[in-house]
Antibody
Framework: EVQLVESGGGLVQPGGSLRLSCAAS????????INWVRQAPGKGLEWVSY????????YYADSVKGRFTISRDNAKNSLYLQMNSLRAEDTAVYYC?????????WGQGTLVTVSS | QPVLTQSSSASASLGSSVKLTCTLS???????IAWHQQQPGKAPRYLMK???????NKGSGVPDRFSGSSSGADRYLTISNLQSEDEADYYC???????FGGGTKLTVL
């Protein structure tokens, strides 16, 4: 059974930092490209960042470029998102989502709240 | 990059059928998309991957009531014999998951 467990969310002040993690199991993690996708309260799904299976290709949404860094450790079946200079508009549930052309699995997400 | 367009809302009666549409922008008609369902308060759930040919592959445990089809730039999700639990937001996505439609909120009457 595929499991994706996101963690690391919480309440942080504007300008602060958080590091999200995603622990994966039940599939060949190292074969999948993976995305971080977020959903602000009451809003739709928004793509945040993409990393290829070997980490050779990385993309960011314009809204987070220069502030967020995606990485992965295939030996640990884990994905990370380092989030710096956080803003109120980054408040959302963050999901890790493995993709083969499209997303095939979703985790339960971790909530990030940026507020003073 | 492609753009996906979805109607913001749809409604249909319990036990009836509904067809939701996701339209690809010009120049991207051949793209594969996926449909996802998000019930209130829950994480999204993968429903199916849908090709321009109309061929689709459903995720594990997705009921037979859910099917997909395509016509040109349009990708459809048809739900038959609507149940109360089908009331949810439905999203399409494409381009290695870097593009999402705005979502359609389905109300079951």
């Amino acid at each position: 059974e595929v499991q994706l467990v996101e963690s690391g969310g919480g309440l942080v002040q504007p300008g602060g930092s958080l590091r999200l993690s995603c622990a994966a199991s039940g599939f060949t993690f190292s074969s999948y490209n993976i995305n971080w996708v977020r959903q602000a309260p009451g809003k739709g799904l928004e793509w945040v960042s993409y990393i290829s299976s070997s980490s050779s290709t990385i993309y960011y949404a314009d809204s987070v470029k220069g502030r967020f860094t995606i990485s992965r450790d295939n030996a640990k079946n884990s994905l990370y998102l380092q989030m710096n200079s956080l803003r109120a508009e980054d408040t959302a549930v963050y999901y890790c989502a493995p993709t083969v052309t499209t997303i095939e699995y979703w985790g339960q997400g971790t909530l990030v709240t940026v507020s003073s | 990059q492609p753009v996906l367009t979805q109607s913001s809302s749809a409604s249909a009666s319990l036990g009836s059928s509904v067809k939701l549409t996701c339209t690809l922008s010009s120049g991207h008609r051949s793209y594969i998309i996926a449909w996802h369902q998000q019930q209130p308060g829950k994480a999204p759930r993968y429903l199916m991957k849908l090709e321009g040919s109309g061929s689709y592959n459903k995720g594990s445990g997705v009921p037979d009531r859910f099917s997909g089809s395509s016509s040109g730039a349009d990708r459809y999700l048809t739900i038959s014999n609507l149940q109360s639990e089908d009331e949810a937001d439905y999203y399409c996505e494409t381009w290695d998951s870097r593009v999402f439609g705005g979502g359609t909120k389905l109300t079951v009457l």
